[in-house]
């Protein structure tokens, strides 16, 4: 069975740009939840979508976005990039979602904004 | 809202040394607790989880670890570090009634030959 994929593994970024990055769950995974990792503040969570819906959402302005589609596989927008945003993305699959399941976590995207 | 705390950011041990990482949790009924470990360049792997029962759980790779309901407490723990562990590891909070997960900002652990 695959694990979780993110694509792309490594994307730099000019402040004010924008961003999709892209997460590819474990087959007849149907949550989805991001997080973003910083050193010194571990892993803050962004949002997680259940079957296209987003059902929890994290303390982080509107510029951070997400979707999910029909397949499950979900995609994470940031536009007018600022240079704090420069982390790595993660995404972790599970089958009913957070909190008393088992998360499988990608890879990641390190995310580097100039 | 529940909370986590991993009071120690870097550890050190010698290989063949026992390790204990500590987690405190702050929640008031009873946490879905988890420990995960982060390799270089790596996503996250659960070591271990907690819900219910037997206060002390078993994982992989050896670890355990026990739940301290009057200390609010979930410490991590090896009797014998391989060079192998040294990676960085996460102690995780899911409350009850709640829906998402809540993490520690890690401990990073180094092991020395």
């Known amino acids: 069975k695959a694990g979780v994929t993110q694509t792309p593994r490594y994307l730099i970024k000019t402040r004010g740009q924008q961003v999709t990055l892209s997460c590819s769950p474990i087959?007849?995974?149907?949550?989805v939840s991001w997080y973003q990792q910083t050193p010194g503040q571990g892993l803050q969570f962004l949002f997680e979508?259940?079957?296209?819906?987003?059902?929890n959402k994290g303390n982080f302005p509107g510029r951070f976005s997400g979707r999910q589609f029909s397949n499950s596989r979900s995609e994470m927008n940031v536009s007018t990039l600022e240079l704090g945003d420069s982390a790595l993305y993660l995404c972790?699959?599970?089958?009913?979602?957070?909190?008393?399941?088992?998360?499988?976590f990608g890879s990641g995207t390190q995310l580097s904004v100039l | 809202a529940q909370s986590v705390t991993q009071p120690d950011i870097h550890i050190t041990v010698s290989e063949g040394a026992s390790l204990e990482l500590r987690c405190n949790y702050s929640y008031g009924a009873t946490p879905y607790l988890f420990w995960y470990v982060q390799s270089p360049g790596q996503g996250l792997q659960l070591l271990l989880k907690y819900f219910s029962g037997d206060t002390l759980v078993q994982g992989i790779k050896g670890f355990e670890a026990e739940f301290k309901r009057s200390q609010s407490s979930f410490n991590l723990r090896k009797p014998s570090v391989h060079w192998s562990d040294a990676a960085e590891y996460f102690c995780a909070v899911g409350a009850s009634s709640g829906d998402k997960l809540t993490f520690g900002t890690g401990t990073r652990l180094a092991v020395r030959p």
């Open positions: 087959s007849g995974h149907r949550s």
């Open positions: 979508y259940f079957s296209e819906t987003q059902r």
């Open positions: 972790a699959s599970s089958t009913q979602g957070p909190p008393n399941e088992k998360l499988f």
